[in-house]
């Protein structure tokens, strides 16, 4: 069967330090990835997209990794701060036609000040 | 722009009620999704409307459920009648057609359905 997967447990780190989130999946093929951030009460807010020919891309702090082979992403936060804490959510874009984008359920990220 | 609009933000009804929850998406986006974001489940779609027109409706739970898309700036997901485990955040995204497949979507705050 088809699935994304993401850490259901909250990660908890210092601030400063670099946190990383994984987001795993099963039986697709996407061609893009999407990281979404995702605040209480609020909709999921786009961070990041890469490709599925680009093994790294960055923004800021932000890095996200695709490695089609083990059908698996990363998305790092460096020098974490409070302000960083947040629900994390990826999404396969599957370009079939569809337009469509097929969510994990998000990792919940907690930085201790 | 104002973003994705959503409304009401918050929604308590009884069983068996109809409910009618509204979107107005970004102007100029071709494409409009709704979503549904519990706990269990997560974020799921449950329709996308393509230029008004629903394109993939395979999402909706059951003949409860109803979506409409009648101008471009406005849509509803209608419910009814109503049952205690609709209870969820109902969210509403769109996104533009121009480089579709590298566009990302925008979605509004959602609407919180309770049903008792």
């Known amino acids: 069967s088809q699935k994304i997967e993401q850490n259901s447990e909250a990660l908890n780190i210092q601030e400063g330090k670099t946190a990383t989130l994984t987001c795993n999946y099963t039986?697709?093929?996407?061609?893009?990835l999407q990281w979404y951030r995702q605040d209480p009460g609020r909709g999921p807010v786009f961070l990041l997209l890469?490709?599925?020919?680009?093994k790294e891309k960055r923004k800021e702090r932000l890095k996200v990794t695709f490695d089609t082979t083990l059908k698996q992403s990363l998305f790092h936060i460096t020098a974490s701060q409070p302000a960083d804490s947040a629900t994390y959510l990826c999404a396969l874009d599957l370009m079939d036609s569809s337009y469509k984008l097929i969510f994990g359920s998000g990792t919940r990220l907690l930085v201790r000040p | 722009d104002a973003g994705v609009i959503q409304s009401p933000r918050h929604e308590v009804t009884e069983m068996g009620q109809e409910v009618t929850l509204r979107c107005k998406p970004i102007s100029g986006h071709d494409y409009l999704f709704w979503y549904r974001q519990t706990m269990m489940r997560g974020l799921e779609l449950l329709i996308y409307f393509n230029n008004n027109v629903p394109i993939d409706d395979s999402g909706m739970p059951e003949d409860r459920f109803s979506a409409k898309m009648p101008n471009a700036s406005f849509s509803t997901l209608k419910i009814q009648p109503s049952e205690p485990r609709d209870s969820a955040v109902y969210f509403c995204?769109?996104?533009?057609?121009?480089?579709?497949?590298?566009?990302?979507?925008?979605f509004g705050n959602g609407t919180r359905l309770t049903v008792t």
């Open positions: 890469i490709r599925e020919n680009e």
């Open positions: 995204a769109s996104r533009t057609q121009s480089g579709a497949y590298n566009s990302p979507l925008h």
């Open positions: 039986n697709y093929s996407p061609a893009y």
